[in-house]
């Protein structure tokens, strides 16, 4: 399993009141790749980056993956569940979207109350790769990992970002990365392999 941030200056976490007085947690929990901005395009080593496609979300949100929504991706904080109704999800123009009713708990109110106050700002998921593909840029130029397709796990508000970050504390899932890049680069160096050919593709079965 991976986690990937959101990072504040991109979409934001927020609370919704609605006319009825309840309230909803929404942000968006992931951000699609855009040609020509930075801010979508995530370092996780010196020589990768990766993309998150645009239908990247389609097959989870089409089979209605049973999506939970915590806080801090700690499962003793669960705000909603999506076979519950107390989270949806969508994919919009920007991403994947999420919207949690607030419980009537504790926990939920601390949370609340820190995205009121502005200290909590930023958004996670929880995944699997189901279809990704490497793609080699060059010598020069950081390989790409691009995320095609996913198994959803959970969404919601995390205290720290992490996706920008060059920190592996908090990129969770990045031992089996290394070994499928590795796997991928050295089929690069076989001499049977056209040089014209530079991508791989690599169709990894969702494992619960």
Known sequence: MERRYTAPRTQPVRVETRADGTRTIQGHAAVYYRDGDPGTEFKLMDDLVERIEPGAFNRALT????????????????????????????????????????????????????????????????????????????????????????KLFDVGPVTFPAYESTSTALRAGISDLEQRLDQWRQGLEQPQISPRLSRARLKIAARV
């Open 63 to 150: 089979d209605a993956d049973d999506v939970r929504a915590l806080f801090n991706h700690d499962i003793n904080q669960i705000l909603g569940r999506t076979t519950a109704g107390t989270l949806r999800l969508n994919a919009d123009d920007i991403g994947l979207r999420y919207e949690i009713d607030v419980p009537t708990t504790p926990q939920a109110e601390h949370v609340v109350s820190a995205i009121d106050r502005g200290d909590l700002t930023e958004s996670s998921f929880a995944f699997m790769v189901e279809d990704e593909e490497f793609i080699d840029t060059g010598e020069d130029q950081p390989d790409i990992r691009s995320i095609s397709s996913v």
